[in-house]
């Protein structure tokens, strides 16, 4: 099959690390499913794949036993059921699915012991930790990694939206008691981007009132098409960065006037006085403690990465006068995918397609991703599909 492939000689930037060559179509083994890929849905994990950092995802795989030599990235698939693995269940050949990333080991303890398989140390993330993502002719994923292809959408916008669309729900509705409520302020970092957009949409859906941030004029405006209640600027603000060390009050001072100052408007956007139930966290580095911060007496910065980096400097101060809670988030689970998804096919919420590549362009659409040159919304691959 054709596949595009990153090997460790190439790993660098996303526009020359991945290249289309000629591979075996990987074995199907017992409860696996082998997908025509259609069309591949575009993520920030390959662009770390490519980088090949934080994390040597070809190194790693092979420490663990893996032959292969190259990584064949692509966390989002819609395509038709090919094949089956003995004792597959729950699709057959011709069925057209789209899939989640999760990929866990049932039988492992954790997961015996009743542990959300998401949370088991066995999950890993396919097409990313898991060698045979979508960027190639066929995919092989676990049974249970399949749903069903929102039948209204198009190969491409059916591919474009699990990995950010779940991974934003889980992150809205997954940590009970802050679930998103009828009138909840919630904070969205990146509004215009993968995760942003969706969750834009979600918080409006389930009543709440979404304040997204923005880096320009153009995703300012899409943001508000999606349902945005108004939006931050944060080229207006230069607090940005590391929390400066908390005994050094002149620093200290002119930090929190910053992040006072993003409060304030905060406020004006939201029309009130209240500060944000739930901060929507992916930005990391650069933005957490602000997150901190701003959000309310007893509410959630929930965070599922750390694009700016990975120091997540608080001032502890907040965190516990005024009961916050910091909660770490990854993927989502199968129920999480079947609801997004059904969402997305009954037409509530848009899986905003932004730009559909054809398949030499997968290492140009990564390398927009790093710079942040993107089209808001989410990015499609067409592989074996014509649009
Ligand atoms: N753990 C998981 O399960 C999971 C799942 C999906 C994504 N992620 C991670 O989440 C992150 C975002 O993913 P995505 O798909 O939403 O990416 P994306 O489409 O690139 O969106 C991210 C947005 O972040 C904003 N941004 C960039 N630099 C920023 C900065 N210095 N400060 C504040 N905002 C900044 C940009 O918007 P503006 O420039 O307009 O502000 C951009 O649109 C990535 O690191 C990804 O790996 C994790």
Not at 49 to 70: C, M, W, Y
Not at 94 to 116: F, K, N, P, Q, Y
Not at 213 to 232: D, K, P, Y
Not at 360 to 372: D, F, P, T, W
């Amino acid at each position: 099959m054709y596949a595009s492939l990153i090997r460790q000689e190439r790993y660098g930037e996303p526009i020359n690390a991945f290249r289309t060559e000629v591979v075996d179509v990987p074995p199907v083994q017992p409860g696996q499913v082998l997908i025509k890929v259609m069309a591949a849905g575009v993520n920030y994990n390959n662009v770390w794949a490519a980088l090949g950092s934080p994390l040597d995802v070809i190194a790693a795989r092979q420490k663990s036993g893996a032959t292969e030599d190259f990584h064949i990235g692509g966390s989002d698939l819609s395509g038709i059921v090919w094949a089956v693995g003995e004792g597959a269940r729950g699709v057959k050949p011709g069925d057209e699915v789209v899939a989640l990333a999760c990929r866990w080991d049932e039988s492992a303890e954790d997961i015996r012991l009743g542990a959300d398989p998401v949370t088991s140390s066995s999950l890993r993330v396919w097409g990313y930790e898991e060698n045979y993502g979508s960027f190639a002719q066929f995919a092989v994923v676990d049974d249970y990694m399949c749903h069903p292809k929102p039948a209204r959408l198009s190969w491409a916008a059916a591919s474009c939206y699990m990995a950010t669309a779940a991974t934003a729900y889980r992150q809205l509705f997954g940590w009970h008691p802050h679930t998103v409520r009828p009138g909840d302020p919630v904070l969205i970092w990146g509004g215009a981007g993968g995760l942003g957009s969706i969750a834009i949409q979600l918080v409006r859906h389930a009543g709440g009132i979404p304040v997204a941030v923005v880096s320009s004029e153009e995703r300012r405006e899409f943001c508000m098409q999606l349902g945005a209640q108004g939006c931050i600027d944060r080229r207006d603000f230069d607090h940005w960065g590391r929390l400066p060390d908390t005994s050094d009050e002149q620093a200290m001072s002119a930090w929190l006037s910053g992040a006072r100052a993003f409060g304030r408007r905060f406020w004006e956007v939201l029309g009130e006085r209240r500060a944000p139930r739930i901060v929507l966290e992916h930005s990391g580095a650069d933005t957490i403690p602000t997150s901190m911060y701003l959000c309310d007496n007893a509410g959630m910065v929930v965070i599922c990465g750390g694009t700016t980096g990975y120091n997540g400097d608080i001032d502890l101060r907040f965190l516990w006068m005024r009961q916050k809670r910091l909660q770490g988030s990854h993927v989502a689970s199968l129920r999480e995918a079947r609801e997004v998804t059904r969402l997305i096919d009954q037409g509530a919420i848009d899986p905003c397609l932004s730009r559909t590549f054809g398949f030499e362009e997968i290492g140009l659409a990564h390398q927009l991703l790093r710079e942040n040159r993107h089209p808001a919304g989410n990015m499609a691959v067409l592989v074996n599909a014509e649009e």
